[in-house]
């Protein structure tokens, strides 16, 4: 009994050495600081003693052209670090415009996050470190001082035929009022999920400090999954059903939104059911979404704020346009109070737009375009959120 007692003694002595050896080493060490915002310049900082090479990628550097199977494409391009003589590798850049930039380095020809900075986002299937500048532009995406709550929220979806999550901000006070408030039902692109606008957009972010600010109204924000395969984003391991083109094609989720999501909302949390307190607004694959829900389910939404999309005649069929224009009309007729359409003029889907602009314009549809310089890009979108987000529930 006293040799096993000595022997846990003499093992927590040895662990407590060896943590305090690490403590020390930790201590000796000067922290290495990545990314380092100065006045005027940024600096980057990664420690790889054997590498031969270290680069930079991200979108503050310099774009090249390269050829695509879609075209001549401008990508960002790689820039080298310097190595001194203890293994760190720098870069110092002249300070980037405000804006939310993802960036990553190169290793040897291996792509690597910044292991120093724990400001990361999710895109989809990647993860990349993230560099903020602060600026006018770039205001909103700090924490506001009266932060509202993201809820992880699970909900029966019988027009898909599963039990889905989605997102749900509530903003500050929402808990200690007995208000009804508006909803904003805000929908991913292609490739995203139901974390895409929190984590790439900053909805939380942008949301609370435009309603701290006065500048717009107290709303929840709804943000569901748009992939009708996918229970939840792909993180949480949950098997996808498999889809076919012709699945996707006549996709079922627009109905969802109507007959599952916004019941469910109305259900379960404390909100003004009318169509003037009910917005939706999407980007990309989810302006689409707006678009046929809007024209599917007329009256229903009052605000509809279509993002870097629009509606196109692919196969020349004039059919296919008449029956917009029928649609269109239908809409019209329902009724709206905000028509928000916006893109960017070097967006590959911005031909789409105008052309959506025309035939809101040429059948007597008030609306907004809202054209930016810019592509199909994140910096557009959060800047489209901070324009339409006060214009709602007026």
């Not at 957009?201 to 435009?210: E, P, V, Y």
């Not at 391991?237 to 469910?264: G, L």
Request: charged residues 20%; hydrophobic residues 35%; proline residues 6%.
């Amino acid at each position: 009994m006293k040799k096993r007692f000595f022997l846990v003694i003499a093992c927590l002595a040895i662990m407590l050495g060896v943590s305090a050896q690490e403590l020390t080493n930790f201590r000796n060490r000067t922290p290495i600081i990545s990314p380092e915002i100065g006045e005027n310049h940024v600096t980057f900082r990664f420690f790889a003693p054997q590498a031969d090479t270290v680069k930079l990628t991200g979108g503050f550097t310099p774009t090249v052209k390269v050829e695509t199977n879609w075209g001549e494409m401008e990508i960002p391009s790689n820039l080298d670090l310097t190595k001194d003589e203890n293994g760190l590798w720098s870069i110092k850049l002249p300070l980037p415009e405000p804006e939310l930039y993802t960036y990553s380095f190169i290793v040897d020809g291996i792509s690597l996050n910044d292991p120093n900075n724990v400001f990361m986002q999710r895109d989809g299937t990647r993860y990349l470190s993230v560099l903020l500048i602060p600026g006018e532009t770039t205001e909103n995406y700090f924490e506001a001082t009266k932060r509202g709550n993201l809820h992880q929220v699970w909900y029966d979806s019988p027009t898909l035929g599963m039990e889905r999550r989605m997102f749900v901000y509530t903003p500050a006070g929402y808990n200690e009022s007995t208000d009804k408030y508006p909803v904003l039902y805000l929908l991913h692109g292609a490739g995203g999920d139901e974390d895409a606008w929190s984590t790439m957009g900053r909805t939380r972010q942008i949301l609370d400090n435009l309603i701290e600010k006065g500048l717009a109204k107290p709303m929840i924000c709804v943000m569901p999954n748009g992939n009708p395969n996918q229970v939840a984003a792909r993180t949480l391991i949950i098997e996808e059903k498999p889809m076919d083109r012709d699945a996707w094609r006549n996709n079922p989720y627009p109905k969802s939104i109507v007959q599952d999501i916004v019941p469910y909302v109305e259900k379960t949390y404390r909100v003004d059911a009318r169509p003037e307190a009910r917005a939706i607004a999407g980007l990309s694959m989810g302006g689409g979404h707006t678009i046929t829900t809007s024209l599917m389910y007329p009256g229903f939404f009052d605000y509809i704020c279509p993002l870097s999309m629009g509606i196109t005649n692919r196969d020349g069929d004039e059919q296919v346009m008449k029956n917009y224009e029928t649609q269109f009309k239908a809409l019209k007729e329902a009724g709206y109070k905000l028509y928000f359409l916006a893109c960017g003029d070097t967006d590959f889907l911005f031909e789409s737009a105008k052309t959506l602009d025309k035939m809101l314009t040429d059948n007597g549809l008030e609306h907004i375009f809202h054209v930016t310089p810019g592509g199909h890009t994140w910096s557009n979108w959060r800047i489209y959120l901070n324009t339409f987000a006060p214009l709602l529930f007026k």
